[in-house]
């Protein structure tokens, strides 16, 4: 029997078939160092573990409003909005069961078929998978490398917003590079969007993973909270990767859409795991200050370790777990003309195991640069200080 033909534009996130090669690998009896994957290997904190429990032996198990539970909402609605400069009420709050089904329901809610809608490439695979899959035209923009980090390429996205183009994804604090954007970047970002009238998914689920400085918001620029939508979720603050909680956050019009989707597709999202996000948000802030600081403590050790291997220079991101050192000239010393052979045999040789930027979206026309990315949220600084040592030697061979 057929399938429908729209599945051909599903895409994955691939960073989990790098996950897969590497648990096969470990379960040849090698150990791996694993760099693949941004999930968290630290607790979630106590206090949000005690508080589900309290949930479920209160009797919150069953189900709720499929905008989430109103207490809930106001409170993130608070507390996203005091951290932006910025005025929201429960009305603009969708609970969510992590922070991906954002994605898809932007897209389903402003986006027609045959509309395009630009995407930061290499960037989250999921984008581009969910605007094709909805019968929109993906449209990349990219980023330039400069010795302090990666910026945006800006020439490229005006360059690219057309009569069609219905909306822009835009993911300050980047996965899988990093980059933050300057003030000025920022406002003359915004001011593209609005001279064109582009709504915004603004994807801010590292807004919290910061070492230094306060974040930055687009939504907090004149005219940008009504034309934006932020993605929000628990996962990397209060490492929660697994409990699957976040939220859509913008104007009411399309909130309340987001929240018709919550019910066509999930009903809700789970109530006791909702009522330990208000622990998470009002409750003891020692567990997400002790969960930054260890990630700051493996970021340092893996820069460390990735600026002593000859043909590799980064700084030190501000933001994020994940580092994006670019590795052409030790793929040219290797003799590989393929990234993704360099991956394959540094999990034979080292077992260490990292993401590529093919991982990130399709290359765009032109690209000849190579890139690795590096997660460092679930590794230790132990694990960390081995897998580079491991590294050096194979990528100097």
């Known amino acids: 029997m057929k399938l429908a033909n729209q599945l051909d534009y599903l895409g994955t996130e691939t960073a989990f078939t790098v996950s897969a090669s590497a648990a096969a690998w470990q379960a040849k009896g090698n150990k791996v160092y694993p760099f693949h994957l941004g999930d968290i290997n ?3 904190p ?51 069961p992590g922070g991906k089904p954002v994605i ?9 078929p045959g509309d395009e809608v630009l995407y930061p490439n290499p960037g989250y695979p999921i984008y581009e998978s969910q605007i094709e899959y909805q019968g929109g035209i993906a449209v990349p923009y990219g980023y330039k490398e400069t010795k302090n980090g990666f910026s945006l390429d800006m020439e ?35 001011a593209l969007c609005i001279k064109h009238d582009l709504w915004v998914l603004s994807d801010e689920a590292y ?23 932020i993605l929000y979720t628990c996962s990397k603050r209060f490492a929660m990767t697994g409990w699957r909680l976040g939220a859509a956050i913008g104007p009411k019009s399309v909130i309340d859409i987001i929240s018709k989707f919550n019910t066509n597709v999930e009903s809700c999202t789970t109530h006791f795991i909702q009522r330990s996000m208000l622990e998470a948000i009002e409750g003891d802030t020692a567990g997400p200050a002790q969960i930054l600081a260890e990630l700051k403590r493996r970021r340092d050790a893996s820069v460390e370790g990735l600026n002593a291997i000859d043909g590799i220079s980064i700084q030190a991101p501000n933001s994020t777990f994940y580092l994006f050192p670019n590795v052409t000239q030790i793929t040219q010393r290797k003799g590989f003309p393929d990234v993704n052979q360099l991956m394959e045999g540094a999990l034979r040789e080292t077992n260490v195991s990292f993401c590529t930027r093919s991982h990130f979206g399709r290359a765009v026309e032109g690209e000849t640069e190579h890139y690795l990315r590096l997660a460092y949220s679930g590794i230790s600084v132990e694990d960390i200080n081995e897998g580079m040592a491991k590294l050096k030697i194979y990528f100097e061979s």
């Open 46 to 96: 106590e206090n949000i573990v005690e508080a589900m429990k309290k949930a479920i032996v209160d009797g919150y198990t069953g189900y709720c409003p499929g905008a989430g539970i109103p207490e809930l909402r106001d409170v993130l609605a608070h507390d996203v909005g005091i951290k932006r400069g910025l005025s929201y009420t429960a009305d603009n709050v969708a609970i969510q």
């Open 156 to 190: 490229a996205i005006k360059n690219a917003i057309t009569s069609k183009t219905r909306a822009l994804i835009y993911n300050n604090f980047q996965n899988p590079n990093s980059a933050e954007s300057s003030p000025e970047e920022m406002a003359e970002l915004a």
């Open 42 to 44: 630290l607790p979630t």
């Open 207 to 229: 807004f919290e993973i910061q070492y230094g400085g306060s974040p930055q918001s687009i939504v907090s620029l004149p005219g940008m909270q009504e034309r934006s939508i």
């Open 104 to 112: 898809s329901k932007f897209i389903a809610t402003v986006m027609n």
